[in-house]
Nanobody, 121 residues
Framework: QVQLVESGGGLVQAGGSLRLSCAAS????????MGWFRQAPEKEREFVAA????????SYADSVKGRFTISRDNAKNTVYLQMNSLKPEDTAVYYC??????????????WGQGTQVTVSS
């Protein structure tokens, strides 16, 4: 089992920045691909970004490309999501996911509890 704990969410004004962290514990492995998803009220969970175990391969949703950056520190078992130029439409609960690499939630085996990001206009 792998436990994931997200942190770093909060309230920020449009145009601001936040950095989310996802700390993994338990049966962790640097060979896992990791991803970030988000879910706004009354909307389905959507893909945000993913990173391979080595960190050399990343992918992003078109809506965040150029604004968000995913990275990882395998020595710390932590994945990050740097979010810049935030927009009100980025408001959602952000979830970290492990042991996957694609853009669909079913491709991941483990999930965190989520952290709220609210962007005011």
């Amino acid at each position: 089992q792998v436990q994931l704990v997200e942190s770093g969410g909060g309230l920020v004004q449009a145009g601001g920045s936040l950095r989310l962290s996802c700390a993994a514990s338990g049966r962790t492995s640097s060979s896992y691909g990791m991803g970030w998803f988000r879910q706004a009220p009354e909307k389905e969970r959507e893909f945000v970004a993913a990173i391979s175990w080595s960190g050399h391969r990343t992918s992003y949703a078109d809506s965040v490309k150029g604004r968000f950056t995913i990275s990882r520190d395998n020595a710390k078992n932590t994945v990050y999501l740097q979010m810049n130029s935030l927009k009100p439409e980025d408001t959602a609960v952000y979830y970290c996911a492990a042991k996957g690499l694609g853009g669909a939630p079913y491709e991941y085996d483990y999930w965190g509890q989520g952290t709220q990001v609210t962007v005011s206009s």
